[in-house]
T-cell receptor
């Protein structure tokens, strides 16, 4: 069965600093991978997705992610964090039947 | 992207009552809708998958008689929490996919509090 691991439960970063969120997946076939962001009490917003092709994927809000098959990873990055980036971030892998399996999430805190 | 709405956004009910939550795809036909549950500071757990016009498929451990799902049209799915108890208090999120979209679009969620 597929699974997603986000090793970091919390990350604190200073505004303007770079951010990297880790995601490791386990899936037998070619994965379809997603990163979502969730603000408190809100639904999920898609940041970016990887289906195939270029392994470096650009998303909204200045985020990017790199798919590394050899490491079973799909880490999310942003060069310069803004205070509005404080939120919960979820990595997900899509399995058969279009079902998503989510990682445990990483809460990002932004220091002024 | 496509837009998915949920109603209500918040609901408080007494123990033993039933609560219905609606999920609508506003600008596309959703052949498949998903219902998730999220406890505080935790990830989303898939409860069930519903395809328009057929019975929902529930994930292991989810009581289908307690969480009734109806997907009668291509734009509407409902989740009814029957005989709600305080342990059912949670954040319920739906998502929808279909048509030209091969990804899920999420609703804003419904906060259920059972007293």
């Amino acid at each position: 069965a597929q699974s997603v691991t986000q090793p970091d439960i919390h990350i604190t970063v200073s505004e303007g600093a770079s951010l990297e969120l880790r995601c490791n997946y386990s899936y037998g076939a070619t994965p379809y991978l997603f990163w979502y962001v969730q603000s408190p009490g809100q639904g999920l917003q898609l940041l970016l997705k990887y289906f195939s092709g270029d392994t470096l994927v650009q998303g909204i809000k200045g985020f990017e992610a790199e798919f590394k098959r050899s490491q079973s990873s799909f880490n999310l990055r942003k060069p310069s964090v803004h205070w509005s980036d404080a939120a919960e971030y979820f990595c997900a892998v899509r399995a058969a039947g279009n079902k998503l399996t989510f990682g445990g999430g990483t809460r990002v805190l932004v220091k002024p | 992207g496509a837009v998915v709405s949920q109603h209500p956004s918040r609901v408080i009910c007494k123990s033993g009552t039933s609560v219905k939550i609606e999920c609508r795809s506003l600008d596309f036909q959703a052949t498949t809708m998903f219902w998730y549950r999220q406890f505080p500071k935790q990830s989303l757990m898939l409860m069930a998958t519903s395809n328009e016009g057929s019975k929902a498929t529930y994930e292991q451990g989810v009581e289908k008689d307690k969480f009734l799902i109806n997907h009668a049209s291509l734009t509407l799915s409902t989740l009814t929490v029957t005989s709600a108890h305080p342990e059912d208090s949670s954040f319920y999120i739906c998502s929808a996919s279909g048509g030209a979209y091969n990804e899920q679009f999420f609703g804003p969620g419904t906060r259920l509090t059972v007293l």
